[in-house]
């Protein structure tokens, strides 16, 4: 199962994680672990085609910097 999550800080965008977990409850652990203090997040389920396409964006933009 694939998740993302989106961190903000205020009404600021901060961060967008993606991850893997074997189910709910240690999916909801890592996000949990992964929010810091004084933000919030918004936490949802993803298709493994939108993690994939997602890690690969993300390897781009490394691979350009």
Do not use: L
């Not at 967008?16 to 203090?37: G, R, T």
């Not at 949802?44 to 910097?65: F, H, N």
């Amino acid at each position: 199962m694939y998740y993302r999550v989106r961190i903000w800080n205020g009404e600021s965008f901060k961060k967008e994680i993606m991850y893997s977990a074997e189910n709910e409850v240690i999916a909801m652990q890592k996000a949990s672990a992964a929010i810091p203090d004084g933000c919030r997040a918004n936490y949802e389920s993803i298709t493994k085609e939108e993690y994939e396409k997602s890690y690969e964006d993300k390897t781009k933009e490394q691979a350009e910097a």
